[in-house]
């Protein structure tokens, strides 16, 4: 029994687009090859029925290649794809052709700013790649300078701004009251804690450096160098 016409040129039309297919995942696997590595991920057959699905046979993107994807995944997958650095105006349209929905009227700029600051990607020679192609690679990073802060006993305040600190009520026979009748008693003359703490018989160094400390905050002495106390000067 001769099959009727009609079904013949539809197993023809058939099998041509299956060889279009197969064309494409060949020509896909070779390009690989020629890159000196394998597909990535997940097992070949599955990585080339995905590419020639998304991928026509003359290297288009296809329209919903990148459907309900973010902008910077998006990007990531292109760059998979595509397996070399690519400029922005290129990773743009490729992008929005492949079904990146976008309001923005500068898509470009928009674009760059994202996958700037995403860690996934670096800029090779004004390209953009992805950062795993370059496993020396380290992204820089600027770390702002912690401010010098002289180091304080433990156990000391934290000296507040002015106006905002309010002053302690305290003893004359005090240590801290002790500490400032001597430094009072001697207005042109700098103590250092181990001074202060010799000079008043003190048994605890730490103590003193408390007591300099808050009389410092109190603005009822100053310190006109580091570790250096003095009385404070009156008008």
């Known amino acids: 029994m001769s ?16 060889l279009v297919r197969i064309s494409t995942a060949i020509e896909t696997l070779k390009y690989f090859r020629s890159q ?14 995905r590419v020639s699905e998304r991928v026509s046979s003359n290297g288009d993107i296809a329209h919903d290649t990148f459907f309900q994807m973010t902008v910077a995944d998006a990007a990531a997958k292109y760059l998979g794809m595509v397996k070399k650095t690519t400029r ?9 052709k492949g079904g990146v929905k976008s309001s ?3 898509f470009p700029d928009m674009l760059r700013i994202m996958i700037r600051r995403d860690p996934r990607f670096v800029n090779v020679n004004s390209e953009w790649g992805l950062r795993e192609w370059y496993p020396g690679m ?9 401010p010098s802060i002289e180091p304080k006993p433990s156990g ?18 005090s240590l801290r009251g002790r500490t400032l009748n001597l430094l009072n008693s001697k207005p042109n003359e700098l103590f250092s804690a181990a001074k202060v703490t010799e000079a008043l ?16 905050a109190d603005h ?16």
């Open 220 to 235: 009822l002495i100053a310190r006109p160098q580091k570790g250096q106390y003095q009385a404070q000067k009156r008008p």
């Open 3 to 18: 099959q009727e016409p009609n079904n013949i040129d539809a197993a023809i039309a058939d099998l041509e687009s299956w």
């Open 156 to 173: 000391v305040p934290i000296k507040k701004p002015k106006g905002e600190h309010k002053k302690e009520a305290f003893s004359p026979d």
């Open 88 to 96: 922005i105006p290129e990773l743009s349209d490729a992008l929005l």
């Open 104 to 106: 923005s009227k500068k």
């Open 201 to 216: 018989g003190a048994d605890h160094k730490p103590s003193v450096a408390a007591a300099l400390s808050g009389l410092l």
């Open 36 to 49: 000196g590595g394998a597909l990535p991920g997940m097992p070949a057959s599955v990585e080339v029925e």
């Open 138 to 146: 380290r992204r820089g990073t600027k770390v702002a300078p912690e």
